[in-house]
């Protein structure tokens, strides 16, 4: 297998620089996603904040249509559709950047691809559905290869490690010759650690704090999904929406030891903090208007 590079992505045949960061913007439209779930009741709303969040610096925007929770029950292939397309097909006409499915069903990734979506992010790594990687495959679509364990209604019965970074890292390797196995081009392949997923706060904690030996490990570029979620709860005692500062500082961290790409509800905060760590990291102001620029 060809080393993919960690300095760009390949989506449909072009190459996506990451050699700055990259903010992944979320659209959720659920009726019960964790923190935001029935705040997009129609498509229009949904193109509305997916139009907000590029400007404020969003680069990719992941479009959901079943909530991934701890012990979320699976909506039905019909249901996601309906929920998903709709908005894929308007979003990818009214933004510049590249929509992304988070969808754990190939034939709801192969409908997204065909109504314009260039990424799949699938939660599973590529272990739910056996048709998705010739989906991801033949489409040339980028794909996001998360770790997880189960489902997400039995996943955190799961949360058992001796060791989380080197499991996560050996299961993720599972999940990368899936890929290979399924025809998968390696420079359309971005790796996630699954914050959250069959993980107990302490899990995502570690994995944050040894995120280097991860992004050493894997070779693909990484992504990070820190937004909202419960281990920020765990710390500070406050409800997803007012989690957004924590998002924002696991974010930095995330970036400064290697991931590449940041998956945030709250584009804006998080714009701002990469271009703070940008700044400081080259001792100047960034030039090229790439994160968060004003
Ligand atoms: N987290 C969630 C969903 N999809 N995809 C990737 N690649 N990485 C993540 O960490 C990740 C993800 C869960 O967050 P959210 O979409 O806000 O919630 P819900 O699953 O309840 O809709």
Redesign the pocket.
Known sequence: MTQASTDSWVIRGRALSLERPRIMG?L?V?P??????GELTSVRAAVERGRQMVAQGAHIL?V?G????PG?EPVSVEEELARVIPVVEALTASVPVPVSI?TRRAGVAREAVAAGASIV?D?SGLAFDPEMASVVSRTGAGL?L?HMRGT?ADMQDRAYYDDVVTEVAMELGHGLERARQGGISPGCVVV?P????AKSADHSLTLLRDLEVLVEALGHPV???????SFLGALLGVPPVERVMGTAVACVLAVRAGARIV?V?DVQPVAHALRVLEGVTLGAVPTAATVGAP
């Open positions: 979320i959720n659920t019960d996603s964790f923190s935001d779930g992941d959901g079943e909530s991934t929770r979320a988070d992010n939660v996001v998360m997400p996630d699954g914050i959250g997923f992504l990070v999904g820190p937004s909202r979620k998956r509800h």
